[in-house]
């Protein structure tokens, strides 16, 4: 370059005011040297950094910058705003007391995202990406990503994200693919009101996570989710499930206003199972190139471990909802081998019986003798029932109920 003023900087070196390079200059500091600038950094000319740049205002640009081996630093007291058009740094340290600001085109951490205080606020358009190698260190309520943040590569890819002051990361605990590129992004609240599935009790519309994957492919991969400031008792929608125990589970939809289906639980940790925690979805995701999930936090009723039944107390022919007018056997983890039902009225007169737990969940007893086809009288009945569970636990059980005509 002809007439280049290089300037090399091998220790640490404070300027308390605005520091401008020219067109015309190279700075190049130096591994495990420090350039901290109190002002505006006004880069016209090129920036070579293979140790620290820290900055306590905003970088202005229109120069060259090679920094893939340094480490960039925003430790600003208010917000700050860094309107490159593109930019690769080895790492970012975000720790401002406001939020830090990235309207540019592309902006690429190859090593070490690092949030300890201040949000990173990208613009509409900006790509801005973890590379394959990039570790996530820190975030919080107090420090996270405000927008859509992309992931390269395989295993486990962290998004610290998190929206309006609530701190929502979501990991994909085993990606792998080739040129894979997953974006994600979380939203405080969802502007439509999420529709349950039939296995679900409600869906949160306090929280939206949106994953895509933008290039490439990937196996199928689990899903964290961390949750924060909800309140699976409140629901827009809801399904009347009759359940004697719930639990939250992550559920997934195509659209924002979609019907959303659970994908179960694997685990979940250090919530109160209603507000606060961090779950492990029990089915993977699958993704499809240019596709986008929705993901929220919804209740299901739980089959406890052992397995679980119930046999209602009443039922009538003549009930106006079709679901009550037999007598029907209601369970999971219930084994068909084994299983038997019998039904008796009050003189001991075996009106019903089946084998068959399939036949007694769906259909059940309509209130007619099995053996003469008559309508058996409103009263007091007795039952038998007798199973096991998968788990191998045996279930025997007598009991009454009443039949309303």
């Known amino acids: 370059m002809k007439n280049l003023l290089y300037i090399s900087l091998l220790f640490p070196f404070f300027l308390f005011g605005q520091m401008h390079i020219q067109g015309s200059a190279l700075v190049h500091v130096a591994e495990g040297a420090n350039l901290e600038v109190g002002g505006d950094l006004n880069n016209q000319g090129v920036i070579q950094n293979v140790g620290r740049i820290t900055l306590y205002k905003d970088w202005l640009t229109n120069g060259n910058f090679n920094g893939i081996e340094g480490s960039i630093q925003f430790i600003g007291i208010a917000d700050q705003l860094a309107p490159t058009g593109e930019l690769a740094t080895g790492e970012l340290i975000i720790n401002s007391l406001g939020n830090v600001s990235f309207p540019g085109s592309e902006y690429t951490v190859l090593d070490r995202l690092d949030l300890q205080f201040g949000n990173i606020i990208p613009g509409e ?57 997953i974006q994600a992004a979380y939203s405080r609240n969802n502007p439509y009101d999420p529709v349950p599935g039939d ?74 199972t209603l507000t606060f925690g961090t779950i492990v979805g029990k089915k993977s995701l699958s993704f499809n190139l240019g596709q986008k999930l929705y993901l929220a936090m919804a209740l299901a009723p739980r089959i406890p471990d052992v397995g679980l039944y119930y046999i209602p107390e009443a039922f009538s022919p003549q009930a106006s909802d079709a679901r009550n007018q037999t007598l029907r056997v209601f369970g999971e983890g219930i084994l068909e081998e084994g299983f038997d039902l019998q039904i008796f009225n009050r003189y001991g007169v075996n009106v019903y019986s089946t084998n068959s737990f399939a036949e007694a969940n769906e259909n059940g007893w309509n209130g007619e003798n099995q053996k003469t086809g008559l309508d058996e009288p409103t009263g007091i009945y007795y039952y038998t029932v007798k199973f096991r569970f998968k788990t191998g636990l045996p279930v025997q059980k007598s009991g009454v109920f009443y039949l309303i005509r």
Do not use: C, M
């Open 125 to 181: 358009s900006t790509r801005f990406v973890l590379d394959q190698n990039a570790q996530v260190f820190g975030g919080s309520t107090d420090s996270y990503f405000a927008g859509s943040l992309i992931n390269r590569g395989s295993g486990i890819k962290i998004f610290p994200v998190g929206s309006d002051g609530v701190y929502a990361p979501i990991t994909l605990l085993n990606v792998f693919g080739v040129n894979t590129e």
């Open 199 to 272: 296995s679900l009790l409600g869906v949160s519309h306090r929280g939206l996570w949106e994953v895509e994957l933008l290039n490439g492919g990937t196996d199928e991969t689990q899903v964290e989710l961390k949750f924060s400031e909800e309140d699976l008792s409140d629901f827009k929608i809801t399904n009347n499930i009759r359940h004697r125990e719930n639990s939250p589970v992550i559920a997934i939809a195509s659209s924002p206003e979609g019907v959303y289906e659970s994908i179960g639980i694997e685990s979940l940790l250090n919530s109160d």
